[in-house]
């Protein structure tokens, strides 16, 4: 099965900062990779598909690029809100895996 | 609107089966992937597996084939999840979630249930 290695594991940065998150998956996967938000006591929430695809409704400082196996995770100036956790999730033919995850804190 | 409704939180003892819900309303229940996704307490999300109720097609992670059964009732619009013997390690929040798309080319899950902690504790 695809592992993916995403990190770091977490990170503390200022409001207004860049934060950036990479996801590496043990094979070539394209661009089938997609990154989710989720804060405590919620579900998941899907920010970015197909690796750089922004969902509907997802503020524009949120961004994603890559494909193979290198792929990153963009937040442009952080944002008191958007502390949480980030995973990453990749889909081969119906076989899904997600990254540990990146618990993303204010410093 | 589309929505995933997950059943209640569980308590249950080792050993003991359990089956929870997922229903899914304002939306063509039988076109769309069904997931679920397991997260024990303040750890990660894994995937579990995944239902087409269309033709009860599954799928399921490697980790977890043989530990649960994953099946849909497409005439009431509702995923299932069971175990037939549970285990302490079971004790974690399960996720049912739908996918954006309804081919499986795509599996990005932007439709997620609440959310149904089961407890398993003697």
């Known amino acids: 099965d695809i592992q993916m290695t995403q990190s770091p594991s977490s990170l503390s940065a200022s409001v207004g900062d860049r934060v950036t998150i990479t996801c590496q998956a043990s094979?070539?996967?394209?661009?089938?990779l997609n990154w989710y938000q989720q804060k405590p006591g919620k579900a998941p929430k899907l920010l970015i598909y197909d690796a750089s695809n922004l969902e509907t409704g997802v503020p524009s400082r949120f961004s994603g690029s890559g494909s193979g196996t290198d792929f990153t995770f963009t937040i442009s100036s952080l944002q008191p809100e958007d502390i949480a956790t980030y995973y990453c999730?990749?889909?081969?033919?119906?076989?899904?895996?997600f990254g540990g995850g990146t618990k993303v804190e204010i410093k | 609107e589309v929505q995933l409704v997950q059943s209640g939180a569980e308590v249950k003892k080792p050993g003991e089966s359990l089956k929870i819900s997922c229903k899914g309303s304002?939306?063509?229940?039988?076109?769309?992937?069904i997931g679920w996704v397991r997260q024990m307490p303040g750890k990660g999300l894994e995937w579990m597996g995944i239902?087409?109720?269309?033709?009860?097609?599954?799928r399921y992670s490697p980790s977890f084939q043989g530990q649960v059964t994953i099946s849909a009732d497409k005439s009431i619009s509702t995923a299932y999840l069971q175990w037939s013997s549970l285990k302490a390690s079971d004790t974690a929040m399960y996720y049912c979630a739908r996918p954006r798309s309804d081919t499986s080319k795509e599996v990005a899950f932007d439709i997620w249930g609440q959310g149904t902690m089961v407890t398993v504790s003697s």
């Open positions: 239902i087409y109720p269309g033709d009860s097609d599954t």
């Open positions: 304002g939306y063509s229940f039988t076109s769309y992937w």
């Open positions: 094979q070539d996967i394209s661009n089938y």
């Open positions: 999730q990749q889909y081969d033919n119906l076989r899904l895996t």
